[in-house]
T-cell receptor
Framework: GQNIDQPTEMTATEGAIVQINCTYQ??????LFWYQQHAGEAPTFLSY??LDGLEEKGRFSSFLSRSKGYSYLLLKELQMKDSASYLC??????????WGAGTKLIIKP | IAGITQAPTSQILAAGRRMTLRCTQD?????MYWYRQDLGLGLRLIHY???????GKGEVPDGYSVSRANTDDFPLTLASAVPSQTSVYFC?????????????FGDGTRLSIL
């Protein structure tokens, strides 16, 4: 079966850096996605990793280690608007997404 | 603006009633999905369609049905609503089911079953 774990909640300071971890167990792997979801809104796509390593996109970077079943999302130069939930999603062998419960990130001034 | 439109935005429904949630996309995406999102749980896939004319069951399909008569529309029907179906429902689409194509989401339908 599949399982995805993320911390429930994290707090960080405006201007700082935060790393949100995601660990997973799966019998089939076809990529890992990160989404951002503001309260009361729809999830929006942030990043996709299918090979090991770091993908950088502006202030956001995502890392994947397939052998360790581990990914993280790194947010730099935090802004108040980054307060949101961050969802990790695993694409399984049937090409469907299995979602983590999300990490609520609280940014303090 | 191209995207996914869901209707209604919110609905309060009596248990036992039939309800259809509408989803339309104008991006010519082949794959479409219905999820439910409940507090403390990840998004759970209800049904999906990899291309027009085909549908498949996701993780939590019981009590729900879908159809995909054309590329643009993917309605979700609750035949006889029950309180446990109270949730936020998101429709999503992607260019294809595989590859690195992300899923794009509608704004959601907030459904309360009393």
């Amino acid at each position: 079966g599949q399982n995805i774990d993320q911390p429930t909640e994290m707090t960080a300071t405006e201007g700082a850096i935060v790393q949100i971890n995601c660990t997973y167990q799966t019998s089939g792997f076809n990529g890992l996605f990160w989404y951002q979801q503001h309260a009361g809104e729809a999830p929006t796509f942030l990043s996709y990793n299918v090979l090991d390593g770091l993908e950088e996109k502006g202030r956001f970077s995502s890392f994947l280690s397939r052998s360790k079943g581990y990914s993280y999302l790194l947010l730099k130069e935090l802004q108040m608007k980054d307060s949101a939930s961050y969802l990790c999603a695993l694409r399984d062998s049937n090409y469907q997404l299995i979602w983590g419960a999300g990490t609520k990130l609280i940014i303090k001034p | 603006i191209a995207g996914i439109t869901q209707a209604p935005t919110s609905q309060i429904l009596a248990a036992g009633r039939r309800m259809t949630l509408r989803c339309t996309q104008d991006m010519r995406h082949n794959a479409m999905y219905w999820y439910r999102q409940d507090l403390g749980l990840g998004l759970r896939l209800i049904h999906y369609s990899n291309t027009a004319g085909t549908t498949g069951k996701g993780e939590v399909p019981d009590g729900y049905s879908v159809s995909r008569a054309n590329t643009d529309d993917f309605p979700l029907t609750l035949a006889s609503a029950v309180p446990s179906q109270t949730s936020v429902y998101f429709c999503a689409s992607s260019v294809e089911a595989g590859g690195g194509q992300p899923q794009h989401f509608g704004d959601g339908t907030r459904l309360s079953i009393l």
